[in-house]
């Protein structure tokens, strides 16, 4: 019975993307940076009981990075929407994400048997993503950040964008690549 316990927070991090798009939208910053700690904190306790306990299931294996990105990507929507983060780096973001999810899709059709995985410098970028959030929720609710850790963090991101793609299109890309021209 306590297997499903991954599953089962996984569910409740699905569910906390909601209110923390409406609380940055309608400026309830400290909710939604609260909220937002508790959805990481339970990515973080999921992972820990799946690999602790052995607790891992297909559906946790498919809807654990599917909760994490909904969360990413309702949160940077909301944060775009409320004016707290530029449009254009919201446009870059979403391009990426665009960029890997139509090349992953076409691995995926080519290569029935293979997946595309995740790469180191995806793996820096998300991180780094969590973190401009945060910080941007801190600055929103509490103003005692400088403004220049936000351009840190948003360089960071930016940073990552680029090795992540690259390594991306230079791996699986080639991959596609050379399946077309065949």
């Avoid at 401009?132 to 963090?153: G, K, M, Q, T, Y």
Wanted: proline share 3%; charged share 15%.
């Amino acid at each position: 019975m306590l297997s499903v316990l991954p599953n089962l927070i996984t569910g409740i991090r699905f569910l906390l993307v909601i209110p923390i798009s409406i609380g940055i939208y309608q400026g309830n910053d400290i909710l939604a940076l609260s909220l937002f700690v508790v959805a990481g904190l339970s990515d973080w306790l999921d992972g820990y009981l799946a690999r602790k306990f052995n607790w891992i299931s297909d559906f946790g294996q498919f809807a654990d990075p599917l909760a994490d990105k909904c969360l990413v990507l309702a949160t940077l929507l909301a944060l775009a929407f409320s004016g707290k983060l530029p449009l254009w780096f919201v446009y870059t973001m979403l391009a990426r994400d665009g960029i890997i999810l139509i090349g992953a899709m076409l691995f995926l059709l080519l290569f029935e048997d293979k997946q595309a995985l995740p790469n180191r410098w995806g793996k820096h970028y998300t991180g780094w993503t969590i973190a401009l959030f945060i910080i941007v929720l801190i600055r929103s609710s509490f103003d005692f950040l400088p403004l220049f850790i936000e351009w840190i963090a948003m360089s960071g991101v930016l940073l990552f964008i680029c090795l992540s793609l690259f390594n991306y299109i230079n791996k699986e890309g080639r991959i596609i690549f050379k399946e077309f021209l065949w």
